[in-house]
């Protein structure tokens, strides 16, 4: 079993940039596909972003495409979510997710359902 912790949230001006980080410990990283997922206030959690298992791909939604870039780290068993160009839009509780899918399984996994693991979220607040 993995444990996640998210950091790296805050307040941004709109068209600013920040880094989220993902830090796991229990177990490595690559033996899941991740994602970060958002939820803003009285909305259902969003897909924004997942890096399959083997690192090779990544997936994202129409509304971060281009802006958001999701990477992983092995050695330091820690996922990143770089937010540019940030819009009011953006602003949500952000969560890093992992699902224990084999190593072939290389797709795009966006839906909560298919996640097992959640951090506890760190909050982005961009203002206009």
């Known amino acids: 079993q993995v444990q996640l912790v998210e950091s790296g949230g805050g307040l941004v001006q709109a068209g600013g940039s920040l880094r989220l980080s993902c830090a796991a410990s229990?177990?490595?990283?690559?033996?899941?596909?991740m994602a970060w997922f958002r939820q803003a206030p009285g909305k259902e959690r969003q897909f924004v972003a997942t890096?399959?298992?083997?690192?090779?791909?990544?997936y994202y939604a129409d509304s971060v495409k281009g802006r958001f870039t999701i990477s992983r780290d092995s050695a330091k068993n820690t996922v990143y979510l770089q937010m540019t160009s940030l819009k009011p839009e953006d602003t949500a509780v952000y969560y890093c997710?992992?699902?224990?899918?084999?190593?072939?399984?290389?797709?795009?996994?966006?839906?909560?359902?298919?996640?097992?693991?959640w951090g506890q979220g760190t909050q982005v607040t961009v203002s206009s």
């Open positions: 229990g177990r490595s990283l690559t033996s899941y596909a």
């Open positions: 890096i399959t298992r083997n690192g090779e791909s990544t």
């Open positions: 997710a992992g699902a224990p899918v084999c190593y072939t399984c290389n797709y795009a996994y966006t839906g909560v359902d298919d996640y097992r693991y």
